[in-house]
């Protein structure tokens, strides 16, 4: 396992409070109430271990195959069904919907080999990511990655604890399956929009793992 780099000036601010914290502790409450300075040395030690976790990246086995359609992200699959795209499609497409929780990994991933055709950031709510008008409300990242005749719309939505989408992609950009598409910082949602007719292999309320797991076939 390995930290994310989206996580080092996050992890390192954190640690300086917590050390802050706890020297005071020690300093101006241990003669007295020494139980109330190892209950804050404990829970201050778990919270920053927990940071620490947030930005952990799992050594795993990706999933590399050109005919298929890879998780972008962890978490739980939330919705599956047909609407309709008004950013970029202008018609109907298949969405697939990924929770993600403050104890998921939180890269993003490409689900697809392709081209960066479209590129977008939007401005907008902080809705919690399960609710269905954070898709089209929230603040997001969009990217539609293309190979050969097909596209595929990947959505990053930030929700009521996350503040902070990164995305790494640029337009005309040639990515690879697997590889970093970006990071949200604790906990939101991230959207598929396929092409209507799109072979599913997971179901509602499954758990996925970005890059492993296959969503569908392309």
């Avoid at 271990?49 to 739980?76: E, N």
């Avoid at 499954?206 to 797991?213: R, S």
């Amino acid at each position: 396992m390995t930290i994310h780099k989206e996580g080092y000036k996050t992890i390192t601010l954190i640690g300086i409070i917590v050390a802050f914290i706890n020297l005071l502790s020690w300093k101006f409450l241990c003669e007295n109430y020494c139980w109330l300075t190892w209950s804050i040395l404990v829970i201050s030690i778990g919270f920053f271990l927990f940071i620490v976790s947030f930005f952990r990246i799992p050594s795993r086995k990706l999933t590399i195959d050109d005919t298929l359609i890879i998780a972008p992200a962890d978490g739980k699959v939330v919705v599956i069904e047909e609407t309709i795209d008004n950013e970029y499609f202008k018609s109907k497409r298949l969405q697939v919907s990924i929770f993600m929780s403050p104890a998921n990994v939180h890269v993003n991933r490409n689900p697809i080999n392709g081209e960066v055709v479209y590129n977008q950031y939007h401005k907008g709510k902080y809705l919690v990511a399960w609710d269905p008008k954070s898709s089209t409300e929230n603040e997001r990242h969009s990217v539609v990655l293309k190979r050969g005749e097909k596209e595929i719309l990947v959505k990053q939505i930030a929700g009521a604890l996350a503040k902070r989408i990164v995305n790494y992609l640029a337009v005309g950009q040639s990515v690879k399956q697997g590889e970093e598409l970006g990071f949200i910082k604790f906990g939101s949602r991230v959207d598929l929009l396929l092409p209507v007719g799109t072979k599913l292999n997971v179901q509602l309320n499954e758990h996925v793992k970005g890059g492993v797991t296959v969503i569908g076939t392309l």
